[in-house]
């Protein structure tokens, strides 16, 4: 079975990298696939989140990384790939995740959307937590690969 895992990644951390990490090994091959939303401007390029996606996914021959702009359900029949995966932390994912899935399904009904819960060491983890503490200079380096700590202390050298 093949799968895409859409998302921001606006940078990849440890938590996305463990769901990557478990979807690819049950699966033949995994499309990530970054969001480009013109409405949401990230921290990172579209094409450096690419770029550090690529990095720590290397050891993954199953895995590749895209990316996509507008409507997911668009994207699934450009790649014919009817099968999402998405990632749970916690309770609060899960509205917003259920709406999305449910809307895509609207949109397409031959699209599944499958949860992997969260590892319970990443089941606070997210992107946007990851940058306030790199922006206010904290210690970050047990929630992302070195490659994006790199890439985050980078982006904040000098304040934004
Ligand atoms: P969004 O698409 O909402 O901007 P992200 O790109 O950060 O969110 O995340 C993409 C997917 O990865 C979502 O399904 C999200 O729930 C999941 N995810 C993000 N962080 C983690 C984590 N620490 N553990 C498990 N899943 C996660």
């Known amino acids: 079975m093949n799968a895409i895992y859409p998302g921001s990644f606006d940078p990849v951390t440890y938590g996305h990298l463990d769901i990557i990490e478990r979807a ?11 969001l480009n939303n013109p409405s949401k401007k990230g921290i990172f390029t579209v094409e450096e989140r690419i770029d550090l996606l690529v990095e720590v996914t290397k050891h993954l021959p199953n895995v590749e990384i895209d ?3 507008g409507l997911l359900s668009d994207y699934a029949v450009k790649k014919n790939c009817f099968t999402m995966i ?6 609060s994912d899960f509205e917003y ?10 949109l397409n009904p031959k699209i599944e959307t499958l949860f992997l819960v969260s590892d319970s060491k990443y089941a606070f983890l997210s ?3 990851v940058k306030e503490i790199a922006q206010l200079n904290g210690n970050f380096s047990c929630f992302v690969p070195k490659v994006v700590e790199e890439a985050l202390k980078d982006k904040f050298k000098g304040g934004l």
Do not use: C
């Open 86 to 91: 998405r990632g749970l932390r916690a309770v």
């Open 127 to 129: 992107s946007s937590i």
């Open 97 to 106: 995740e259920m709406q999305m899935a449910l809307v895509n399904r609207k």
């Open 67 to 69: 990316f996509f702009s």
């Open 24 to 34: 690819a090994k049950k699966l033949d091959h995994l499309i990530v696939a970054v």
